[in-house]
């Protein structure tokens, strides 16, 4: 399983970013899939998910209510809207997939928001 994430960039506060996770190979029919964050000198950290057949998702909630998190299924893609952003969501953010009870990790993009 590979993943391909996009969208970061540097905005000021207050502005908005749209993260896409593109997954390919075997990942079945299945599978959650989401964001998780690594700001400066800080562990990584759980942002938003989301399940492929049900839809349902989860926010961390740094993010609640700023954020909204959504799927091609078609395209095994997700998107992550993030809206009113913050200094302290400066961060590399990672895509991540579960696919039958295995981690798989993006890349990551960097998300650089200035005040």
């Known amino acids: 399983v590979q993943l391909q994430a996009s969208g970061g960039g540097s905005v000021q506060a207050g502005g908005s970013l749209r993260l896409s996770c593109a997954a390919s190979?075997?990942?079945?029919?299945?599978?959650?899939m989401g964001w998780f964050r690594q700001p400066p000198g800080k562990e990584r950290e759980f942002v938003s998910g989301?399940?492929?057949?049900?839809?349902?998702?989860r926010y961390a909630d740094s993010l609640k209510g700023r954020s909204t998190i959504s799927r091609d299924n078609d395209k095994k893609t997700v998107y992550l809207q993030m809206n009113n952003l913050k200094p302290e969501d400066t961060a590399v953010y990672y895509c991540?997939?579960?696919?039958?009870?295995?981690?798989?990790w993006g890349q990551g993009t960097l998300v650089t928001v200035s005040s």
């Open positions: 190979g075997r990942t079945g029919t299945s599978y959650v």
């Open positions: 989301i399940a492929r057949i049900s839809g349902n998702t």
């Open positions: 991540n997939v579960v696919v039958f009870r295995q981690d798989y």
